[in-house]
């Protein structure tokens, strides 16, 4: 159980372009989602937190309108980096926590998306 | 100083090594304790969870947290090529409700030579 579906898993983009990525629950519903990215041989780093039907809570120093959070149902979040640039080049991964689990429950995570700017 | 503290390594050890990884960190209010195992190019995957204080035994995964120094181990017995791997340890406290968010260490890289 607890499956959570990323895609696409690896992208290349030309600057300037924007690109949208999808977080999936694929065996429960995720009321939370959250979005992390990762930079080589560094720890995953939250940027923003997203709630089904509700606006995303960024986290400090991350752009809300560089990267666009969309929760729109129980099984679906979208991240989109608009106007990418290649400091955007990175591993964004996202995870879940559904309806029934507990707040201190730990979370299940995509297998991520590698972004590549050029 | 940040809140969790973890060797970046990278710690290379035998086939059949037990392996110790270790995080300490400083907020006193986390009380769960998580251990993620990350491949190369892979979202991590969860290996360990524990609450509050003691050991947890999980097939040749051990996790130990000591509350009072702040401090969380992971042990790896009889250890595997196929170990080798990022190990992340993660823990979050009891607020936030459903939006609780789980602070990571930046991992350790494990290499097992076979």
């Known amino acids: 159980g607890a499956v959570v579906s990323q895609h696409p898993s690896w992208v290349i983009c030309k600057s300037g372009t924007s690109v949208k990525i999808e977080c999936r629950s694929l065996d429960f519903q995720a009321t939370t989602m959250f979005w992390y990215r990762q930079f080589p041989k560094q720890s995953l780093m939250l940027m923003a937190t997203?709630?089904?039907?509700?606006?995303?809570?960024?986290e400090q120093g991350v752009e809300k309108d560089k990267f666009l959070i969309n929760h729109a149902s129980l099984t679906l979040s979208t991240l989109t980096v608009t106007s990418a640039h290649p400091e955007d080049s990175s591993f964004y991964i996202c995870?879940?926590?559904?309806?029934?689990?507990?707040?201190?429950?730990?979370?299940?995570f995509g297998n991520g998306t590698r972004l590549t700017v050029t | 100083q940040k809140e969790v503290e973890q060797d970046p390594g990278p710690l290379s050890v035998p086939e059949g090594a037990i392996v110790s990884l270790n995080c300490t960190y400083s907020n006193s209010a986390f009380q769960y304790f998580m251990w993620y195992r990350q491949y190369s190019r892979k979202g991590p995957e969860l290996l360990m969870y524990?609450?509050?204080?003691g050991n947890k035994e999980d097939g040749r995964f051990t996790a130990q947290v000591d509350k009072s120094s702040k401090y969380i181990s992971l042990f790896i017995r009889d250890s595997q090529p196929s170990d080798s791997a990022t190990y992340l340890c993660?823990?979050?406290?009891?607020?936030?409700?459903?939006?609780?968010?789980?602070?990571f260490g930046t991992g350790t890289l494990l290499a097992v030579q076979p």
């Open positions: 524990t609450y509050s204080s």
């Open positions: 993660a823990m979050s406290s009891n607020y936030g409700g459903a939006t609780n968010k789980l602070i």
């Open positions: 997203s709630n089904e039907g509700s606006k995303a809570t960024y």
């Open positions: 995870s879940a926590r559904g309806r029934q689990a507990a707040y201190n429950s730990p979370l299940h």
